[in-house]
T-cell receptor, first 110, second 114 residues
Framework: SQQGEEDPQALSIQEGENATMNCSYK?????LQWYRQNSGRGLVHLIL?????REKHSGRLRVTLDTSKKSSSLLITASRAADTASYFC??????????FGRGTSLIVHP | DAGVIQSPRHEVTEMGQEVTLRCKPI?????LFWYRQTMMRGLELLIY????????DSGMPEDRFSAKMPNASFSTLKIQPSEPRDSAVYFC????????????FGSGTRLTVV
């Protein structure tokens, strides 16, 4: 079964706006990762946040993790048309094997 | 490093034929994963290897699927015989040590079985 589930399934915004995607999961985790997938390509690792961390930044990306609510959010600030892609969260548990959600499809209109 | 290399990028085959997908992981990565992606089921882990040894193949859909890793720089995923429901994008990914290091994906093989 899918461990991480992204929300919303699809998001459409204008260039310059912020995009927020959420990920919920069901059991305790060691870490949570966010990936981007451009159309026809493989997944690209964006950022990893460990279970003892609450927030992490990487460029225009901000990830938060709330282990009490079993949820994470990915914020992309000042979005660009090039950010158009699908975004996936992946959770790692004791087996160290990531389980991916179904992704959020983000469209950024120029 | 050229990243994770998969071949072929596209494969179209007739039902009943054997299909072999290939993957070259990043040098030095101890873990190799095979995933399948479909619209209906999302990303599914099929099998993963640690130091060339298969660790968990519980995601392999049935006996028609098999995977090997004869050495640290090469892995294959074979489907024999292929069926239309096997049509999907198959990804190979590698990781240096497993937990907490992220995964590098190849560009995938789009398989169409007609």
């Amino acid at each position: 079964s899918q461990q991480g589930e992204e929300d919303p399934q699809a998001l459409s915004i204008q260039e310059g706006e912020n995009a927020t995607m959420n990920c919920s999961y069901k059991t305790s985790i060691n870490n949570l990762q966010w990936y981007r997938q451009n159309s026809g390509r493989g997944l690209v690792h964006l950022i990893l946040i460990r279970s003892n961390e609450r927030e992490k930044h990487s460029g225009r990306l901000r990830v938060t993790l709330d282990t009490s609510k079993k949820s994470s959010s990915l914020l992309i600030t000042a979005s660009r048309a090039a950010d158009t892609a699908s975004y996936f969260c992946a959770t790692e548990r004791g087996s160290y094997i990531p389980t991916f959600g179904r992704g959020t499809s983000l469209i950024v209109h120029p | 490093d050229a990243g994770v290399i998969q071949s072929p990028r596209h494969e179209v085959t007739e039902m009943g034929q054997e299909v072999t997908l290939r993957c070259k992981p990043i040098s030095g990565h101890d873990y190799l994963f095979w995933y399948r992606q479909t619209m209906m089921r999302g990303l599914e882990l099929l099998i993963y290897f640690n130091n060339n040894v298969p660790i968990d193949d519980s995601g392999m859909p049935e006996d028609r699927f098999s995977a090997k890793m004869p050495n640290a720089s090469f892995s294959t995923l074979k489907i024999q015989p292929s069926e239309p429901r096997d049509s999907a994008v198959y990804f190979c990914a590698s990781s240096p040590r497993g937990e907490g290091y992220g995964y590098t994906f190849g560009s995938g093989t789009r398989l169409t079985v007609v």
